[in-house]
């Protein structure tokens, strides 16, 4: 398996503009985590889902951030409209339900809003 | 509730030296315990884990003890190199509303020089 791919790998927009993010997790794990990274506040949980569908979105941050897994293979997160605070890297994560073996995280998209 | 608490960095080193990154965890339950590591400009990879009380993880000559008792999980390397220079995340997981879900802590800075 290829692991958990993300898209695209960095991004620079203006302030004001939709950006979407995009990831494809492992074959066969069932939930998928959104997560944020930045130095003042560490990785922060966005929102998770379990088969496709968003289990808790109590971590994104406002309405501006919304997230969609249409099918088992794809996911993607949307900021509209962007502002500079929301530079960061944004990984995804995949997992399957039970077991110790902990998250595969992607390689992330680094995020810079001017 | 379930928290991680690890040792604050940066943490600088010689080449060979021997490390620890301290690492100490709040939880109700039995969790799984984690160690990843995050090379420059890359996701976080699982380095080590253990399941249950007085398992040892190891891999690429790290090593780390779930120790109960202390409700420990400090991470050890008897001689570092110039290529174990990352950011090191101590987790744990815990199930809520049938998932798996990791806590982390807020990460070591770890830099080894020549």
């Known amino acids: 398996d290829a692991g958990v791919i993300q898209s695209p790998r960095h991004e620079v927009t203006e302030m004001g503009q939709e950006v979407t993010l995009r990831c494809k997790p492992i074959s066969g794990h069932d939930y998928l985590f959104w997560y944020r990274q930045t130095m003042m506040r560490g990785l922060e949980l966005l929102i998770y889902?379990?088969?496709?569908?968003?289990?808790?979105d109590s971590g994104m941050p406002e309405d501006r951030f919304s997230a969609k897994m249409p099918n088992a293979s794809f996911s993607t997160l949307k900021i509209q409209p962007s502002e500079p605070r929301d530079s960061a890297v944004y990984f995804c994560?995949?997992?399957?339900?039970?077991?110790?073996?902990?998250?595969?995280f992607g390689s992330g998209t680094r995020l810079t809003v001017v | 509730g379930n928290s991680v608490t690890q040792m604050e960095g940066p943490v600088t080193l010689s080449e060979e030296a021997f490390l620890t990154i301290n690492c100490t965890y709040t939880a109700t339950g039995y969790p799984s315990l984690f160690w990843y590591v995050q090379y420059p400009g890359e996701g976080l990879q699982l380095l080590l884990k253990?399941?249950?009380?007085?398992d040892k993880g190891s891999n690429k000559g790290f090593e780390a003890t779930y120790r109960k008792e202390t409700t420990s999980f400090h991470l050890e390397k008897g001689s570092v190199q110039v290529s174990d220079s990352a950011v090191y995340f101590c987790?744990?997981?815990?199930?809520?509303?049938?998932?798996?879900?990791?806590?982390f802590g807020q990460g070591t800075r770890l830099t080894i020089n020549p």
């Open positions: 994560a995949s997992s399957l339900v039970w077991g110790g073996d902990g998250y595969t």
């Open positions: 253990a399941t249950k009380a007085d």
């Open positions: 889902f379990n088969n496709n569908v968003p289990i808790d």
């Open positions: 987790a744990l997981s815990h199930i809520i509303q049938g998932a798996q879900k990791l806590v």
